[in-house]
T-cell receptor
Framework: GQNIDQPTEMTATEGAIVQINCTYQTSGFNGLFWYQQHAGEAPTFLSYNVLDGLEEKGRFSSFLSRSKGYSYLLLKELQMKDSASYLC???????????FGRGTSLIVHP | EAQVTQNPRYLITVTGKKLTVTCSQNMNHEYMSWYRQDPGLGLRQIYYSMNVEVTDKGDVPEGYKVSRKEKRNFPLILESPSPNQTSLYFCASNAGGQSYNEQFFGPGTRLTVL
């Protein structure tokens, strides 16, 4: 099976940088996703990592270390609209559908 | 516009009254999934389908049925709903292949079973 852990809640200040961690254990590995989900809305895709290293996309970056079973999502220049849940999802080998962690609720305050 | 649609968006029903939540995608995706989302538990997979007439159980399939008679549609059926199936339900679809192929989610269906 798969075991995905991420913090339940984090708070940060507008304009700051925040790092949301995700650790996972899986039989085989076929990619890690990060999704953003605002309250009551559908998740939307943020990033995908399948090789080790950092992927940067504007204010958001995602890092992966396959040997450590570890990823993080880095959000820079935080804005109030970044207040949302951030979902880590892992796709195991041979599968095209990921399993989701419980999500991290990020609260950005002025 | 590429999208996943679900209907209804909101439903209040009573215990034991059969219901179906429809899901349709217009992206010709092979893979479709149903999730339920409950506070503190995250997104949990109910059923998924890898193509027409190919379905399999996810992590929480009890009390649910699905069918995939056409590629674009993947309805979720609750034969005899119970209050513990009160939840927010999401349908999702994605392509196969070796690239990342992220999931596209429908807008969600908020179900209350009294």
């Amino acid at each position: 099976g798969q075991n995905i852990d991420q913090p339940t809640e984090m708070t940060a200040t507008e304009g700051a940088i925040v790092q949301i961690n995700c650790t996972y254990q899986t039989s085989g590995f076929n990619g890690l996703f990060w999704y953003q989900q605002h309250a009551g809305e559908a998740p939307t895709f943020l990033s995908y990592n399948v090789l080790d290293g950092l992927e940067e996309k504007g204010r958001f970056s995602s890092f992966l270390s396959r040997s450590k079973g570890y990823s993080y999502l880095l959000l820079k220049e935080l804005q109030m609209k970044d207040s949302a849940s951030y979902l880590c999802a892992v796709r195991k080998g041979g599968s095209y559908i990921p399993t989701f962690g419980r999500g991290t609720s990020l609260i950005v305050h002025p | 516009e590429a999208q996943v649609t679900q209907n209804p968006r909101y439903l209040i029903t009573v215990t034991g009254k059969k219901l179906t939540v429809t899901c349709s995608q217009n992206m010709n995706h092979e893979y479709m999934s149903w999730y339920r989302q409950d506070p503190g538990l995250g997104l949990r997979q109910i059923y998924y389908s890898m193509n027409v007439e190919v379905t399999d159980k996810g992590d929480v399939p009890e009390g649910y049925k699905v069918s995939r008679k056409e590629k674009r549609n993947f309805p979720l059926i609750l034969e005899s709903p119970s209050p513990n199936q009160t939840s927010l339900y999401f349908c999702a679809s994605n392509a196969g292949g070796q690239s990342y192929n992220e999931q596209f989610f429908g807008p969600g269906t908020r179900l209350t079973v009294l």
